[in-house]
T-cell receptor
Framework: DTAVSQTPKYLVTQMGNDKSIKCEQN?????MYWYKQDSKKFLKIMFS???????INETVPNRFSPKSPDKAHLNLHINSLELGDSAVYFC????????????FGPGTRLTVL | RKEVEQDPGPFNVPEGATVAFNCTYS??????FFWYRQDCRKEPKLLMS???SGNEDGRFTAQLNRASQYISLLIRDSKLSDSATYLC?????????FGAGTRLTVKP
């Protein structure tokens, strides 16, 4: 029944490692997003995908790469993890015609040691 | 200046109190406005949209003043379950910009 799901829920890893976070939505939405919420609680958009095309790419390091195998999935791959990458990463989805009504996944808490 | 600014709080109020949160935004071309609620260690969830004419949903009233670029949320008769962080969100047409949130704790 979960509308937007993410795995893993928690991720603890060492600096320099490469990791992926998966996101899936079963709402039939055609746009998906990745957000980062840092320790100061600011929620900032990183990417959005619409019909497999990247339509927003904020100034995030190119160590972060979104990958969308199909409309229901948008995974986030992170290379060479740094301490500053520690945050909660939220996936979200919406209809392209209603980008202002987004449904969020439960978040992935990433801790880089 | 941040695109969306909110008083971080925390607001600590007794049950039954009325509490108001304010938010200002910097982009005058912003198109739509929302309040989201985020419980501790949970994802944000849409609470309500904000319209120029003001709108109400039960105990919650949202107001928008485009001229002042100001948004407010009023909660009447606070319940313990209202304890959460309230995020002011502005849609600039391309993406959503979130405020850092105002934390509310309702105490018995």
């Amino acid at each position: 029944d979960t509308a937007v799901s993410q795995t893993p829920k928690y991720l603890v890893t060492q600096m320099g490692n490469d990791k992926s976070i998966k996101c899936e939505q079963n709402l039939g939405h055609d746009t998906m997003y990745w957000y980062k919420q840092d320790s100061k609680k600011f929620l900032k958009i990183m990417f959005s995908y619409n019909n497999k095309e990247l339509i927003i790419n904020e100034t995030v390091p190119n160590r972060f790469s979104p990958k969308s195998p199909d409309k229901a999935h948008l995974n986030l791959h992170i290379n060479s993890l740094e301490l500053g990458d520690s945050a909660v990463y939220f996936c979200a989805s919406s209809q392209a015609s209603r980008p202002d009504t987004q449904y969020f996944g439960p978040g992935t808490r990433l801790t880089v040691l | 200046r941040k695109e969306v600014e909110q008083d971080p709080g925390p607001f600590n109020v007794p049950e039954g109190a009325t509490v108001a949160f304010n938010c200002t935004y910097s982009n005058s071309a912003s198109q739509s406005f929302f309040w989201y609620r985020q419980d501790c260690r949970k994802e944000p969830k849409l609470l309500m949209s904000v319209y120029s004419s003001g709108n109400e949903d039960g105990r919650f009233t949202a107001q928008l003043n485009r001229a002042s670029q100001y948004i407010s949320l009023l909660i009447r008769d606070s319940k313990l379950s209202d304890s959460a962080t309230y995020l002011c969100v502005v849609n600039n047409g391309n993406d959503m910009r979130f405020g850092a949130g105002t934390r509310l704790t309702v105490k018995p």
